[in-house]
């Protein structure tokens, strides 16, 4: 267990419709992270925040948007959601203090879009 | 972030180590080398980090050449369960800096 939470573990939806992914850090962890794995491909990073702040912005498509809230949990919003969106969407997290530092991953959310 | 460069895949019979080869050759002084690995659809899982120095935990060893131009990861024993997908990136230290997969490697485990 990594102690990074994801809700809900599966969802089913429609083409047009939108969705909310949600993401716990672990305790203490300031920064948090999203990424993309559609089926058979590699882990796409889409966006992190740091400590309530977006800190970098990687292939994030302009449907989808993501904040972090005071209380350092994540959502990451997924609007007009097309096919091509099913994937799976995985969170991290790190201290993100100065340093190296380990990101820990949650079990990820598996999108179905049909 | 530096860019690697990992071979597709490698085959390693268990209970022999399992040598992993990445190269980062374009790495800057305030790079470290981090290795991850991925297990069939669940979420990567942190293995080992390194600045300049070998170094070993429970999971792996990581061995950095001296130029720091690339990196071998090695796990000692490999078993089945180690089978997984080994991604080996470089990354800016600091404050929570961003972390790029490339394509890895997909070490198969077998009898």
């Known amino acids: 267990d990594s102690g990074v939470t994801q809700t809900p573990k599966h969802l089913i939806t429609a083409t047009g419709q939108r969705v909310t992914l949600r993401c716990s850090p672990r305790?203490?962890?300031?920064?948090v992270y999203w990424y993309q794995q559609s089926l058979d491909q590699g882990l796409q990073f889409l966006i992190q925040?740091?400590?309530?702040?977006?800190?970098a912005k990687g292939n994030i498509l302009e449907r989808f948007s993501a904040q972090q809230f005071p209380d350092l949990h994540s959502e990451l919003n997924l609007s007009s959601l097309e096919l091509g969106d099913s994937a799976l969407y995985f969170c991290?997290?790190?201290?993100?203090?100065?340093?190296?530092?380990?990101?820990?991953f949650g079990q990820g959310t598996r999108l179905t879009v049909v | 972030d530096a860019k690697t460069t990992q071979p597709p895949s490698m085959d390693c019979a268990e209970g022999r180590a399992a040598n992993l080869p990445c190269n980062h050759s374009?790495?800057?002084?305030?790079?470290?080398v981090y290795w991850y690995r991925q297990i069939h659809s669940q979420g990567p899982q942190y293995i080992i980090h390194?600045?300049?120095n070998n170094e070993t935990n429970e999971m792996a060893s990581l061995i950095i050449t001296e130029d720091r131009k690339s990196s071998t990861l090695i796990l000692p024993h490999a078993t089945l369960r180690d089978t997984a997908v080994y991604y080996c990136?470089?990354?800016?230290?600091?404050?929570?800096?961003?972390?790029?997969f490339g394509t890895g490697t997909r070490l198969q485990v077998t009898l």
């Open positions: 991290a997290s790190s201290v993100g203090t100065e340093g190296a530092t380990e990101a820990f």
């Open positions: 390194g600045l300049k």
């Open positions: 925040y740091y400590n309530g702040e977006e800190r």
């Open positions: 990136i470089v990354r800016v230290r600091g404050t929570a800096s961003k972390l790029t």
């Open positions: 305790s203490g962890d300031l920064s």
């Open positions: 374009t790495i800057s002084g305030n790079e470290y």
